[in-house]
């Protein structure tokens, strides 16, 4: 079984509707994130949180919002999508010594 | 602030080396990374150096660290078309984030 899972895979939405996407991860690591994946831009972080209490916003953070409601679960909110947020979305875990991060397999975002 | 640079796009044929490069701005990275992102997939760690190292070599992968240049660099021995993907490096920052550069696509041309 995966380590790091991520529902859904593909969703396609209109523009202004309200989105969610999951994370849940069985590697027991305190830290999670939240990255989208565009052609020519790599990897940009929305958020990020070390522990259950903790979030932070990373460097694209507005338009988005999160929720660690516990240390396996880091979902990611899109309460009014537009289509530039049109990208693939990772999640990902890490442990505290390597930090060394875990990827989830993406979810495939449209907004039309 | 912290950015990492790579070049977009490397083409190699099959059985040459493949050399990937990365420059970086945070001196105070601790550990260097190189992860590997196959098409429709995630991105998988492939190897990493510790800040103190000048090389390491993982079988076919050898990287190099110039921390004087802030140069990082991912050379792939005897290249097979099962490595063509997304490489990208990334850095340790200094709030213990990653900062991934933008990626480079190996295409490798049988």
């Known amino acids: 079984d995966a380590d790091v899972t991520q529902t859904p895979r593909n969703r396609i939405t209109k523009t202004g509707k309200r989105i969610m996407l999951e994370c849940s991860q069985t590697?027991?690591?305190?830290?999670m994130y939240w990255y989208r994946q565009d052609p020519g831009l790599g990897l940009r972080l929305i958020y990020y949180s070390f522990d259950v209490k903790d979030i932070n916003k990373g460097e694209i953070s507005d338009g988005y919002s999160v929720s660690r409601q516990a240390q396996a679960k880091f979902s990611l909110s899109l309460e009014s999508a537009i289509p530039n947020q049109t990208a693939l979305y990772f999640c990902a875990t890490s442990d505290l010594i390597l930090g060394e991060q875990f990827f989830g397999p993406g979810t495939r975002l449209t907004v039309l | 602030g912290e950015d990492v640079e790579q070049s977009l796009f490397l083409s190699v044929r099959e059985g040459d080396s493949s050399v990937i490069n990365c420059t970086y701005t945070?001196?105070?990275?601790?550990?260097l990374y190189w992860y590997k992102q196959e098409p429709g997939a995630g991105l998988q760690l492939l190897t990493y150096?510790?800040?103190?190292?000048d090389m390491k070599q993982d079988q076919r992968l050898t990287v190099l660290l110039n921390k004087k240049d802030k140069h990082l660099s991912l050379r792939i021995a005897d290249t097979q078309t099962g490595d063509s993907a997304i490489y990208f490096c990334a850095e340790s920052g200094a709030t213990n984030k990653l900062i991934f550069g933008t990626g480079t696509l190996l295409a490798v041309q049988p």
């Open positions: 150096i510790f800040s103190n190292m």
């Open positions: 945070d001196s105070s990275s601790t550990y």
């Open positions: 590697k027991g690591h305190d830290r």
